[in-house]
């Protein structure tokens, strides 16, 4: 047997950083690998919440958007033509993943960890030990591998089904004029789908658009058809750097782990399913894992079960039943008028879609009423 560690972190993205930050803060000895160099870019909308920041405070990490425009404001679109802006209760950032997940990984490593280029292909589970590949051995594994986790393979659970799957292209292209604000533009048409604008500061946006799969594929043509349809300022010529990703939507997960061995961020389906954010869920799903994992090695499937249910678990079961209510476009169309009426509803909205908000008899009550008014034009 080759080298053995106390944790060995699989994907060194904001899940994999953020448990490697957490377990060395528990004191082990922590291995964090990943296939790519970094910096890597990584297919995202590359917003960056204030709930993130928090969470990043927690693990003591600063700087991670040090250089970069705050955005005040954001913008949503319902189906139906409806829409809301207004500020944010606390501003939002967009850092390219190039930027932001290279200064994460930095952090880890200033930690303690140590960072490996490492293309896991075969994870082997044994009574007191994890083996990856025959040669690195962990008293417990973090898998944060991404959507295509081999480490949730190893356990047994496949990619998402369609329904609770989403397919979505990015790009950067010149910022849409105007003071900045996020802007997210839902589609009736494709439902339940949309398009983003997230200024960076340099007068550059993230923009992209994104699609649940429904058992048919949908071609790069299509993807940048309707992103150019929902962003009319945008071009599609000066769209550069696309790239294409799989989003596992938080609809459906697999169980937390197994024994030794647990999953983190998009291995464990953590994308909001109505903005697309995953990396608040990344980085609180990451930390909890490797708390669970430094602090109790055999036990650490269940101890992470117990302190994810207790942190993510309710937010997570009302987006569920949100996201069953929202697909029907007239209860989003209702959800935006009555968020334009009324800021607790925007910011409800905002804490469901960008942290771990939850929805209350009041805000459901308030959004009825917003059902009553009448719609505005589809928007195609």
Known sequence: MGDEWDVIVVGAGPAGSAAALAARRGGARVLLLDRHDFPRDKACGDGIAAHTLDVLAELGVTGAVDGYAPVPALRLVGPGGDEVARALPRPAYTVPRTVFDARLVAAAVAAGAELRRHAVRRVELRDDRVVLDGELAGRTVVGADGAGSLVRRALGH??????????????????????????IVTSSRGWPAYAWSFPIGDGRANVGYGEVLRGEPLSRAHLLDRLAALLPGTDPATVTELRAHHLPLSTHRPAPGQGRVVLAGDALSLINPFTGEGIFY???????????????????????????????GTHLRHSSVAAWLAQRRWVVDGAVRAAR?????????????????RLDVRILAKIAIGLTERDRPPRH
Not at 164 to 173: N, P, S, V, W
Not at 283 to 312: E, I, V, W
Not at 341 to 357: K, N, Q, S
């Open 158 to 183: 496949p990619v998402n089904p369609d329904g609770h799957l989403a397919l979505a292209i990015r790009g950067y292209a010149p910022a849409l004029p105007g003071p900045p604000e996020q802007r």
């Open 282 to 312: 990344a980085l609180r799903s990451g930390a909890l894992a490797g708390a669970a994992a430094a602090g109790s090695p055999a036990q650490a499937a269940r101890r992470y079960a117990d302190t994810f249910r207790r942190r993510l």
């Open 341 to 357: 009426r009324d800021d607790r509803v925007y910011r409800a909205l905002v804490e469901l879609g960008l942290g771990d908000g």
